[in-house]
């Protein structure tokens, strides 16, 4: 089984993308998540390039140790060794768990990993850092140059250095010829190699260059013409038809088990050796080939030098997967000693399968940001190529799957941005399930709807409750928060009482199945609610409180009496003040609180808390995270239907709440005590 490692660059890469700020303690909290979820390397800035990295690297080096075993002395990176915990120092030879490949360590040639003694499975954050910075500065020693020094004393194990593979770049950008460009490439890494360091090698705009350095494959050189018969009688035959008759054909007989192996065996038998003849050994036909030659002579430069990892970077976004597959398969043919990993955009929406089709030519080694935020369109997405790699090709790879989707929302709250709902595998809407019929298959068989058990990457299988929702969905969701009065079985039971107004506060255990009439009940009230504009797929806590109500099991903590909402304005301060009293009554006492606040709503939650804590203190923990309205009738304008959902949090957990009304006020209030409800409900059943 091939092992892939993985290096996020979420604090690196991440960190450029447009709304992200982190701070050295967003850093830190960041790279103990990734640590904790282990992934091999963790790109965490270039400590020469502004003060907030440069501290950030010296925080963690005072946790530096060395703890942990060292592959030293002339080891050879090859026949698929890793460089990485666990890795295979060569031929095959297991390196131990906690094994770190550094210090003399070559990219080519020579055969024979010393093991460090001290092996330890113990990992630690500083072990998984890298420093990230640039080749040499032109026309200078490498021992001369600042940012390759501040790169030597960062206190990490590994380096990741960029370095131009495009004479584009290198003439146009960098404005240096092309042997000093590669004498940059050999020159640091080879220096850094002496400095005793890891050294992964970045080879920025390697696609764009290997294809002609054009984004958009429309080169005045490679023309149109040209581009369709190099990748369709070149490319296309090579890959693509190994793909059909070795993988597809493979892929239909196999099963999930055995797809992974065939996988990997098609690829490296029929697609590298394929792509690589056609692609770059064929000048004549191919007339972005002075340009190839030289993206490969870049990363021979850097192998010869030392390079432990050579990662092809699809700098500008712009490649297909097939462009990819072949790409790589040729630079893993001419390179056979070398470990190959791939660094992918988002520019064209295709950085996660190109990532995957790097793997299947052969790359080993695989960067990206853990939910895929960077630079301009972002960057791979490595919660959705890890569960790829594991799950559905069975490689072998770092990274705890169980803890995907927690890491994944810490980190998105960590950098303050949303974690999307319908991103794959992590988001809440991955193996959310609206239709009658799609959640009556997945209750009798998930396979039927899901494509894995959302466990294995610690999520959940979630029942979405609307007016499209059959009964099955319904009595899921109701038995997730009252599983004792929800019947195994799909008939009614011979002691269920008697429908009507009397046995709903008394509803039996085991009462509810689909047949119920209580289950219709709700299904009904559902229905009509939804007619008003509610849509409870997006508050949970809200449609809990609607079902209890109408099963006559919702017990009220309070009332409200009456409430006033009062505006000023103008306001000599520009703050939009309102002030709000409110009189609300638990049992016989009774309680008055006014209140202001940057609103009417504002004002009302404040004055609703002060009354309420005076009955209920631990309502001190709760807060209003989240508060969006939505105009349900736009042609109406100002007379328009709202809706209003709010999300509320206490220190354990988060639940969102609806309101509908005429009254954008009104709306907001129902949601608001509804919020406070679902809180006290909760209290009272920990």
Known sequence: MRQITILDTTLRDGAQAEDISFTVGDKLH??????????????????????????????????????????????????????????????????????????????????GANVNAAASEQHTLSKRLCAFGSTRRAHIDAANDAGLKILASAGTNTVVIFGKSSLLHTKEILKVSAEENLRMISDSVSWLKAKGKMVIFDAEHFFDAYFGDNCDFNLATNTTANLASNTASTVAPNTATNTATNTATNIAANTADSFAPNLATNTASAVAPNTASSVVTSPATNTTSSSAVYALDCLKAAAKAGADIIALCDTNGSMLPQQVAAAVASVVKALPQCIIGIHAHNDSGCAIANTLMAVEAGATHVQGTFIGFGERCGNADLSAILPALKLKM?????????????????????????????????????????????????????????????????????????????????????????????????????????????????????????????????????????????????????????????????????????????????????AMPSTATIEIAVGARTEIAAARGKGPVHALDSALRKALLLFYPKLESMHLVDYKVRVLEQRAATAAKVRVLIESADAYSSWTTIGVSDDILQASFIALLDSFEYKLSKEENE
């Open 394 to 574: 069975g490689l072998f790879c770092g990274g705890d799957l169980a803890s995907l989707t927690a890491t994944a929302k810490a980190i998105a709250e960590v950098a303050n941005i949303a974690l999307p709902a319908h991103r794959p595998y992590v988001g809440a809407s991955a193996f959310a399930h609206k239709a009658g019929m799609h959640a009556d298959a997945v209750l009798k068989n998930p396979v039927s709807f899901e494509h894995i058990n959302p466990e294995a990457v610690g999520n959940k299988r979630h029942f979405l409750v609307s007016e499209i929702a059959g009964r099955t969905t319904i009595l899921e969701r109701v038995r997730s928060f009252m599983p004792g009065i929800v019947s195994d079985t799909n008939s009614a039971s011979d002691t269920k009482p008697t429908a009507g107004s009397s046995f709903m506060p008394n509803i039996s255990q085991g009462a509810l199945n689909k047949d119920s009439e209580e289950l219709a009940s709700i299904l009904a009230k559902l229905k009509e609610l939804e007619h008003q504009g509610y849509q409870f797929e997006a508050a949970d806590a809200s449609f809990e409180l609607m079902a209890k109500r109408v099963l006559g099991v919702f017990k009220p903590h309070f009332q409200v009496r009456f409430y006033k909402t009062m505006g000023e304005f103008p306001s000599a301060d520009d």
């Open 30 to 111: 960041i790279a103990k998540l990734l640590d904790g979820f282990g992934v091999d390397f963790i790109e965490a800035g270039n400590p020469a390039s502004n003060p907030k990295d440069m501290e950030f690297f010296a925080i963690a080096a005072k946790a530096n140790d060395s703890v942990g075993a060292t592959v030293s002395g002339g080891a050879a990176a090859s026949d698929d060794a890793i460089a990485s915990d666990g890795a295979n120092a060569s031929d095959g030879a297991n390196a131990s768990d906690g094994a770190t490949l550094s210090g003399g360590t070559a990219a080519s040639g020579g055969t």
